[in-house]
């Protein structure tokens, strides 16, 4: 599995940006997806996660109501949509993809693969 994560890049505060991740893989819809994000100096956190089916929607508290994720398993592709970006938003952006839930899925143990990165920068 490869996840090519797009989409990042400098923009102000209280502006938008949608990340997309886009998955070689044969069955995208096996998987359930996240978005994790990582700011310097700090450990890498849970943003948001989506179902296979995309009925089930999980985000962290500092992201509710602004950010939204999505994917189109014809395109085997997972996007999150940003709104309202505060410069505490400034971080890479990863997206991730796990294969067997385990249960915890706001840990970054719980995913089986990652992409390589996006940086999102807020400037105030």
């Known amino acids: 599995v490869q996840l090519q994560a797009s989409g990042g890049g400098l923009v102000q505060a209280g502006g938008s940006l949608r990340l997309s991740c886009a998955a070689s893989v044969r069955t995208f819809s096996n998987y359930n997806m996240g978005w994790f994000r990582q700011a310097p100096g700090k450990e890498r956190e849970f943003v948001a996660r989506i179902g296979w089916r995309a009925s089930n929607t999980y985000y962290a508290d500092s992201v509710k109501g602004r950010f939204t994720i999505s994917r189109d398993n014809a395109k085997k592709t997972v996007y999150l949509q940003m709104n309202s970006l505060k410069p505490e938003d400034t971080a890479v952006y990863y997206c991730?993809?796990?294969?067997?839930?385990?249960?915890?899925?706001?840990?970054?143990?719980?995913?089986?693969?990652w992409g390589q990165g996006t940086q999102v920068t807020v400037s105030s």
């Open positions: 991730a993809a796990d294969e067997y839930y385990r249960g915890n899925y706001d840990l970054v143990d719980e995913y089986d693969y």
